[in-house]
Structures are given as C-alpha cells and as structure tokens.
C-alpha cells in the first residue's frame, strides 16, 4: 500500500498543539473554556471530510479528503461564524470580534498548513472550490497518520508522533516559554 491509497489524517495531536499556542497567544481575556474547546474543534474540523469516503465520494474530488474543508475560503466560513458561538453577546462590530473572527479563521487553517507538511496523501486544496489543484509544501517533516486506532499503535504510529514531537512539540513548547517570559517582563498576565 503506498501513501496516496492509505485513507491518511494528520494526528490530532501535532494539530490541537498548534491550535494551543495559537490560543495562547491571543489576550487572556478570551480564555473560557468554551474558546478552548472551539479551538480544539475548529483546528481538528477539516478532517470531517472522512466521512465523504465512507460515502464514496474519491479522495481526489474537490469535496473528497483535503478538499474543501481544507481550504482557505472554508476557514475564513468558520471564521466568521464561531465567534458568534465562542461569545454569543459581543458585538459585531467590535475591534475584539475581529480578532476572534482572524483567530478562529487562523485555527482552522492551521489544519491545512500542517497537512500539507504530511509525507504521504494527496496534497491539500487551498483554493477550493475556485480550483481543485492539491498543493504540498516544499518541506515535509513531518508523517503522515493511520487513519485506525489499531494502526496507530505501530511502528507507523510511533513514527508519527516522533516526527510531530520533533517538528511540532518543540517548537510549540520553545514558543509557549518565550511568550511566558515576555508576557512576565511587561506585567501581563498568563
Ligand atoms: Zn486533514
């Protein structure tokens, strides 16, 4: 079986790392645990195009696996619809709703940005549905994830948490512990 016929997924691990920083990063003041658990569901949401193959939709249509969902127009939707959700009273046109509408559109993203890092598959559809070319990044770390549990505990699967320790964990914890100590040296909190 080579990497194009395996019905891969990006672990969801390298993307809720990313996602945290990313929450991380934005002010305190957003927080709840409800911004947390729309970040961990906006970061992992692209994948639900899974279920397009169980109902014979081919991986290589624009709807199939890293279609769609995957691209930037489909987070800039998310985007714009989970702050509503996220803080359901803020007001529209205020300068924080903007940024949770960036944020959320940003998170999403990410999700593409990492699988297009993935050894293995078919590229990710970053223009759909204006155009169905699949786009790889030249550099490509990181490998890409069974799709199954009992995969998962593998060789395969250890391999792909090594490469998202190395290329995701480190970097993430590196910019988790340089936002901390900024954040102390100007008296912010958190
Ligand atoms: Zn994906």
Known sequence: MNSTERNDVASGFGHIAVA???GKT???????SRFWWLTVACCLLPDVDVIGLVLGI??????????????LIFAVMVGLLVPRLAVPHLP????????????????????????AMTDGGLGIAFFAPFDSTRYFFPWRPLIVSPIGLFEFFSAWGMGVLWSELLWIGMPVTFWLIGLKVMRRVRGLPG
Do not use: K, N, Q
């Not at 991986?59 to 691209?71: I, L, P, T």
């Not at 949770?100 to 999700?111: D, G, K």
């Open 20 to 22: 945290y920083a990313m």
């Open 26 to 32: 934005t002010s305190s003041e957003f927080h709840t």
């Open 58 to 71: 081919p991986y290589e249509h624009m709807m199939g696996h890293r279609g769609f969902s995957h691209s």
């Open 92 to 115: 529209f046109r205020s300068r924080s709703f903007g940024v949770l509408v960036l944020y959320f559109s940003c998170v999403t993203m990410s999700h593409g940005i990492l699988d």
